[in-house]
């Protein structure tokens, strides 16, 4: 196809059973999937992934690989081996992309006592998957496959950090996570449109910084700490950014993602609603026509 593919994250909807999420993009005219890699089985066995594309008639475009730190059954919990692992799932499914997030430079622990739950900085389980990179790890291992690792962009860690401190710059707390470090981490990259979002930066702003090496954009829209609101509704100028991507030629793939609550996940003609919404919204933008709201 040309131009770019508009696909849907399973990880918009992780309530549902990944047969469902397929079914929706399916009925809505999405171009694909990308599954976000969880505690079901059913998002990492490549037999049950290709019924599904045979099913419904939509490839997985893209893998997201699990969170760092989330313990899967069946699946390496070094960071590293996750990394790897996605890939090599992706390689036998025919997916192009695979996501990874950058490491955090602190973690977390919740300490629990006398009723109450505090988060403490520790130390991060991301450190492995920092090292792999910085060392050349990623370079080399990027070198012996076809499927492209897009590293993606964090947000800002605590809403209450930003009341309290609102000068600190929270992308100091996530290895590679500004405009100038993060173009240099890989030659490929997963734009996410809400996280730039929580640091200030605007879509564009983050695209140009990237200088080409944007393969792989997460589109959500962001309003006053709310994150991965669909892209009729919020504060970025998502269309602009969609209009912008199709006369400058991108040929990437463009992932709608959001999640259950601002789907409105627990009311399905309600979810339904929003996702059509949302998918007439990014074709109009991308064809250069006034989008519907």
């Known amino acids: ?40 089985y ?6 049950n992934l290709q019924r599904l594309m045979d099913t419904y008639g939509l490839p997985v475009r893209s893998l997201h690989a699990p969170f760092v730190g989330h313990a899967l059954p069946g699946w ?5 081996e996750s990394v790897r692992q996605t890939v090599h799932l992706a390689e036998a499914i025919g997916a192009a992309h695979v996501v990874i997030h950058l490491p ?11 009723g109450r739950q505090v988060l403490l900085p520790w130390f991060p389980a991301s450190r492995p998957l920092r090292d792999w990179i910085a060392s050349g790890g990623l370079s080399r291992f990027q070198a012996e496959t076809d499927v492209r690792i897009c590293v993606e962009n964090l947000p800002a860690k605590s809403p209450t950090l930003q009341r309290l401190l609102p000068g600190f710059d929270q992308r100091r707390l996530t290895w590679w996570n500004t405009l100038e470090d993060w173009p240099r981490v890989h030659p490929y990259l997963t734009l996410d449109t809400t996280h730039w979002a929580t640091h200030g930066v605007a879509p564009l702003e983050a695209y140009r910084a990237a200088d080409g090496r944007v393969r792989h954009i997460h589109l959500s829209n962001y309003r006053a700490g709310a994150q991965h609101l669909p892209p009729q509704a919020g504060d970025l100028d998502l269309a602009g950014f969609l209009a912008h991507l199709a006369v ?7 992932v709608l993602e959001l999640n259950p609550k601002t789907l409105e996940a627990s ?11 949302a998918a007439a919204f990014c ?4 064809a250069g026509e006034p989008t519907p709201q």
């Open 1 to 40: 196809m040309s131009g770019p593919a508009l696909t849907f994250s399973s990880g918009s909807l992780y309530l549902y059973s990944l047969d469902r999420c397929f079914a929706l993009a399916a009925t809505h005219g999405f171009d694909g999937v990308e599954v976000l890699i969880d505690e079901r």
């Open 76 to 80: 390496p919990a070094d960071p590293v």
């Open 248 to 254: 400058t030629g991108f040929d990437g793939q463009i």
């Open 283 to 286: 074709r109009a933008a991308l």
């Open 267 to 277: 009311d399905p003609a309600r979810t339904a609603a929003l996702l059509a919404r």
């Open 104 to 114: 955090d430079r602190v973690g977390y622990i919740m300490v629990i006592g006398g």
């Open 42 to 47: 059913d998002t990492r066995q490549p037999e």
